[in-house]
């Protein structure tokens, strides 16, 4: 079997007046679960605002630019949170990976019951400048598909549809990840937009699809069948960008005294690790590293 290709497409349908994309992220959100060790209703609410999160990546100018997608509900997953560039790199993270809920609900993964019905969404994009954009809509379900959607008329006032899902099998393994959004422009008849609005109701969930083995071209294809024009097609992934100099610089952050607390007590274990919240690698820091941190705060 050839190996299963994560990625994204961007398109223009109706000479331009419709911008709609598609993505597969079920690799994406494999990783992603097993960095976290989530629980299946955690891992699709991960991997929902991670799906999320490459859409709207997409949607930037520049590939050094950033948008974060950070859900804040009162359920006891904590904050959900995901962030991705215009070059499909996606890295997330969620406060409780085993949130004590019962995992499927009415035959679907409680995603709701771990995020919680009430709350926030939060989404910054930061462009290079000096303060980051940021836009904060309440939670209207906690489905994150739903949330995002009402982002979108809330905050964007764009006229859009999004739909994003996670498939998880019985022995808890992603089986499928991925979602769409497509977004009306301007200059469309009553009689077209109907017609779209049509289609895009009757598609199935995204996973249903993927599971199909249908590509993302074919989901964007059963709405505008043949009649659109691929701007962009790239592969996603999960990446997170940090280093040991990242986590160095952490250090520093604290301060001399801060340092020296520190140091007094790891002084047992000889040393102290500074873990990354996104990826979990651990960069491990000697008394004798301390020693030289200290003195240049000094």
Do not use: W
């Amino acid at each position: 079997m050839p190996e299963h290709e994560d990625y994204l497409i961007r398109v223009a349908a109706l000479d331009g007046r419709v911008r709609a994309l598609a993505v597969d992220a079920t690799e994406v959100v494999a990783r992603l679960a097993e960095v976290h060790d989530t629980t299946p209703a955690a891992t699709a609410a991960l991997g929902r605002v991670a799906t999320g999160a490459l859409l709207l990546g997409a949607l930037l100018k520049q590939d050094q630019h950033l948008v974060t997608l950070r859900v804040r509900g009162d359920g006891p997953a904590g904050t959900v949170l995901a962030s991705a560039n215009a070059q499909g790199e996606v890295r997330g993270l969620i406060g409780n990976p085993h949130p004590e809920v019962e995992q499927v609900l009415d035959g679907k993964l409680n995603v709701s019951g771990a995020v919680g019905r009430h709350g926030r969404l939060t989404v910054v994009r930061d462009m290079g400048l000096r303060h980051p954009y940021n836009s904060t809509v309440e939670l209207v379900s906690g489905e994150i598909g739903q949330d995002l959607a009402y982002y979108f008329v809330r905050s964007e006032q764009t006229p859009s549809a999004l739909g994003v899902g996670v498939f998880v099998d019985r022995t808890g393994a992603v089986a499928a990840a991925g979602g769409y959004l497509i977004q009306l422009l301007g200059g469309l008849k009553d009689d077209e937009i109907e017609e779209m609005e049509s289609e895009i109701a009757a598609l199935p969930h995204p996973t249903t699809m993927l599971r199909a083995g249908e590509t993302p071209e074919q989901i964007l294809g059963r709405v505008f069948g043949d009649s659109f024009q691929v701007l962009h097609r790239g592969p996603v992934r999960f990446y997170c960008p940090c280093d040991r100099d990242r986590a160095e610089r952490a250090l520093r952050l604290l301060g001399g005294d801060a340092l020296e607390e520190l140091r007094h007590d790891e002084e047992t274990t000889g040393h102290s690790d500074v873990v990354c919240e996104f990826c979990r690698t651990t960069y491990r820091f000697t008394l004798q590293d301390l020693d030289r941190l200290i003195e240049e705060a000094a």
